[in-house]
């Protein structure tokens, strides 16, 4: 393998660690739960700070790498990564859980758009690098589609701290193949840092997730749940104040004027809100309410992920000859279709009657999302492609904190959850029956330009 092999190596690996974080942990949630103690607002907190610091700071960490050097802030990100997922590891209390994960997911928001840069810098011709970065998204799709099956097999050999141990051979091997084989990018000092738009997006999501949170142990109308939509509903009026203003901008607001951007993103954001908070509802419902171990939790979405791939493969044939918004709305339909099947199952479902309606869910996920990120940048000029692709990343991101928080608070009381979860997926049916409406709003575009794709795997 010659050095710019290495390099795609190192990156993809850096890129596969995060995204197998993102959907490793779903299947330890209960038993994480039964060794540190803590309810479903707890534990909903251990799946969300990973993200929330995730989704937060990914346009800024991107800026930083152009800043100050992609290999320099990727090695430190991958550092950070390794030993915060050690800590996860090491944790001896829920606090102690979260606070680590939310280290682990400013490491994440830092090593994906550095990857991209390191990656990009390598191979500098287009066609290459098209080929480069599609081995790169791959890898990481298998990686987070494999998540479930991986929790579960390693938390039930091992115990639920290997989920995180596993990234620290991971985190070291590639730490050594970028320093050994990776190249510096050029620095760009004058790249601005929009600190003021960096903290109010982060209060922001930071506000809402937790009166999500909260609302489902105190309920709504409790005074700190109200202070907290309050605090986020002002945060993000400041935050659009800011981002109008600012000279450079954490997320170009003209990037709304294209026009299926705005669509595009909404879909990604509605999307992810459904299936990850489905998947964390699912898998508490296949633990606490059927009683599996992990790795059976983990073996049941097998055919979810199996439906993703074959999906994310029927995508790329068809998009010469099936519109993408076309593709969206059938995926959309389909999803909701396997949502309210699920809403004639009981605890006592057996899980071959399951079976459709995951199938559903996955392959309905594979057809929107390559479709709408295509869509997305087929729209923008390629000088902002990298910031439009960066803000459908953190929409997407943002997504997957409201759905676990969401669906999550609607499990949360005593008893059985799947009253809680029968709402969930009526819930569902409406947001993808938005997403059908918003399809139409997608339009298509004679050109694609030459893009820097962030996360374009279904996952």
Known sequence: MNRRGWTLLATSLGFSVVQLDVSVVNVAITPIGADLGGGVAALQWVVNAYTLAFAGLILTAGALGDRIGAK??????????????????????????????????????????????????????????????????????????????????????????????????????????????????????????????????????????????????????????????????????????????????????????APSFGPATAIGLLVNIVFYGLLFVLSLFFQREQHHSALLTGLAFAPMTIAIIAANLTTSRLAHRVSARRLIIIGATLMAAGCAALLGFGATAPYPALVIQLIALGYGLGLIVPSMTSTLLSGVARTRSGAASGALNTARQTGSVLGVALFGALISGPGSLVPGWHVALLISIGLLAAIVAIGPGIRPSESTPEAEVCECSSW
């Open 72 to 257: 320099r802030v990727f090695v430190a990100g991958f550092a950070l990564f390794t030993v915060a997922s050690s800590a996860c590891g090491f944790a001896p209390d829920l606090v102690s859980l979260v606070a680590a994960r939310a280290v682990q997911g400013i490491g994440a928001a830092v090593l994906v758009p550095c990857s991209l840069t390191l990656l990009s810098h390598a191979y500098p011709a287009a066609r290459e690098r098209a080929g480069a970065i599609g081995l790169w998204t791959a890898g990481a799709s298998t990686a987070m589609a494999s998540g479930p099956l991986i929790g579960g097999v390693l938390t039930t050999t091992l115990g639920w701290r290997a989920i995180f141990f596993i990234n620290a051979p991971i985190g070291l091997a590639g730490i050594l193949l970028t320093l050994r084989t990776a190249t510096e990018t050029s620095r760009s000092p004058g790249r601005g840092i929009d600190l003021p738009g960096q903290l109010t997006a982060v209060l922001t999501l930071t506000a809402l997730a937790f009166a999500v949170i909260e609302g489902g142990q105190r309920g709504f109308t409790d005074p700190l749940v109200l202070a907290a939509f309050a605090v986020a509903v002002a945060a993000g009026s400041v935050f659009v104040l800011v981002e109008a203003h600012s000279s450079r901008p954490m997320l170009p607001l003209g990037l709304f004027r």
